[in-house]
């Protein structure tokens, strides 16, 4: 059975960092593209990065570029992402979920529970 | 990036009735050289992840109920609930894994009349 857990979610103040992390497990983790999509209360999903199954191609969205960085641990099977200089449109559920593929944009067939990330003073 | 706009917004229809959502995306998400809709469909229940209904605009994905079909080409798609049951109240979300970013329509809500 698939299985994602998020992890590191909280409060933050605005400017203030926070790495999420994400335990896969029933699956073959280094063959698949990992992705973080977020959601705000009340909204659509926001795709916020993704990575390559040997973490050699990472690409971000617009709003995150510059501040988030994506990583994995192939030997651990676990997911990261690194999120600095968080403003209060940071704010969100997010989800680390499974790509069909190795590589590339894809649909995501795993999704995780979730983790919140509030972003206040 | 590519925008995609779901209509309705939001719907109600009879238990067991037919109910029809609807997805455009503001460029092509079929790739000519293997005839494939980079399109999928999500199902959201309150306080839950997305799950993934439809793949490749009209694949079902596993365990994912008959009753649930997609069809359309190029950029207008539609996910069809051919019997509405009390389960199937939820928001329902198209995305375009063409290219990235992949993007998601606004959603739309299926409640019961």
């Known amino acids: 059975e698939v299985q994602l857990l998020e992890s590191g979610g909280g409060l933050v103040q605005p400017g203030g960092s926070l790495r999420l992390s994400c335990a896969a497990s029933?699956?073959?983790?280094?063959?698949?593209?990992m992705s973080w999509v977020r959601q705000g209360p009340g909204k659509a999903p926001e795709w916020v990065s993704h990575?390559?199954?040997?973490?050699?191609?990472?690409y971000y969205a617009g709003p995150v570029k510059g501040r988030f960085t994506i990583s994995r641990d192939n030997s651990k099977n676990t997911l990261h992402l690194q999120m600095n200089s968080l403003t209060a449109e940071d704010t969100a559920v997010y989800y680390c979920?499974?790509?069909?593929?190795?590589?590339?944009?894809?649909?995501?067939?795993?999704w995780g529970q979730g983790t919140l990330v509030t972003v206040s003073s | 990036d590519i925008v995609m706009t779901q209509s309705p917004d939001s719907l109600a229809v009879s238990l067991g009735e037919r109910a029809t959502v609807n997805c455009k995306s503001s460029q092509s998400v079929l790739y000519k050289s293997n005839n494939n809709n980079y399109l999928a469909w999500y199902q959201q229940k309150p306080g839950q992840p997305p799950k993934l209904l439809i793949y490749w605009a009209s694949t079902r994905e596993s365990g994912v109920p008959d009753r649930f079909s997609g069809s359309g080409s190029g950029t207008d798609f539609t996910l069809t609930i051919s019997s509405l049951q009390a389960e199937d109240v939820a928001v329902y979300f198209c995305?375009?894994?063409?290219?990235?970013?992949?993007?998601f329509g606004q959603g739309t809500k299926v409640e019961i009349k």
């Open positions: 029933g699956f073959t983790f280094s063959s698949y593209v």
């Open positions: 995305q375009q894994y063409y290219n990235s970013p992949p993007t």
């Open positions: 979920a499974k790509g069909y593929r190795g590589s590339g944009s894809s649909y995501s067939d795993y």
């Open positions: 990575i390559s199954d040997s973490g050699g191609s990472t």
